[in-house]
């Protein structure tokens, strides 16, 4: 059984920084693509980060420049960096396992998180 558990969320002020992590149980984990998606109160889900076993990590226009997404294979675990934070980045942070390449469409990901809420303060 599959299962994503996204660790590292909290409350920091506009300009700060916070780590997510998200630990996969998954057998094959370098295979899977893996990415971030966040929903707000009120708003849909949205793509923030993703990265496959092979290319480059794709980024939502919002967050580029300040997240980073790094996964580790050896570890079964996918990070997101998140830089200079601003408060319109208030969300909850789901990280997604695909078994497809890297896509900021939500319905191509096989495997969810229950989600980790960041608040950022302005």
């Known amino acids: 059984q599959v299962q994503l558990v996204e660790s590292g969320g909290g409350l920091v002020q506009a300009g700060g920084s916070l780590r997510l992590s998200c630990a996969a149980s998954?057998?094959?984990?370098?295979?899977?693509?893996m990415g971030w998606f966040r929903q707000a109160p009120g708003k849909e889900r949205e793509f923030v980060a993703g990265?496959?076993?092979?290319?480059?990590?794709i980024y939502a226009d919002s967050v580029k420049g300040r997240f980073t997404i790094v996964r580790d294979n050896t570890k079964n675990t996918v990070n997101l960096q998140m830089n200079n934070l601003k408060p319109e980045d208030t969300a909850v942070y789901s990280c997604?396992?695909?078994?497809?390449?890297?896509?900021?469409?939500?319905?191509?990901?096989?495997?969810w998180g229950q989600g980790t809420q960041v608040t950022v303060s302005a």
């Open positions: 997604a396992a695909s078994r497809a390449g890297a896509s900021g469409d939500a319905g191509s990901y096989d495997y």
């Open positions: 998954i057998r094959t984990f370098s295979t899977y693509s």
């Open positions: 990265i496959s076993w092979s290319t480059k990590p």
